[in-house]
């Protein structure tokens, strides 16, 4: 069973950073397609970025791109969301997710932390 816990959370205010961090179980970063989605109060879950478990090649949503880094370290198996220039709009949940491949979808991703909270304020 893949377990995974987020942590890192907070408030800050706009033009800020927060760094996420995605702790998992056994060899999970190096074995699924890891992903961050998110979701603000009222709003379904939208995807963020995600990482490929053998290249660690990343994609990015257009709202993130250019602002959000995804990285991993293997040897810890964290993955971690590093968020700069943050905007109030960002506010929301963020989830770390595993999967068996790479979509920008939530379905396909088996495995869900419990999500860690990220308020900005303007």
């Known amino acids: 069973q893949v377990q995974l816990v987020e942590s890192g959370g907070g408030s800050v205010q706009a033009g800020g950073s927060l760094r996420l961090s995605c702790a998992s179980s056994g060899r999970t970063i190096t074995s699924y397609h890891m992903a961050w989605f998110r979701q603000a109060p009222g709003k379904g879950r939208e995807f963020v970025g995600s990482?490929?478990?053998?290249?660690?090649?990343?994609h990015y949503s257009d709202s993130a791109k250019g602002r959000f880094t995804i990285s991993r370290d293997s040897a810890k198996n964290t993955v971690t969301l590093q968020m700069m220039s943050l905007k109030p709009e960002d506010t929301a949940v963020y989830y770390c997710?595993?999967?068996?491949?790479?979509?920008?979808?939530?379905?396909?991703?088996?495995?869900w932390g419990q999500g860690t909270q990220v308020t900005v304020s303007s």
């Open positions: 997710a595993a999967g068996t491949r790479q979509t920008i979808e939530e379905n396909p991703y088996q495995y």
């Open positions: 990482i490929t478990p053998r290249f660690g090649i990343r």
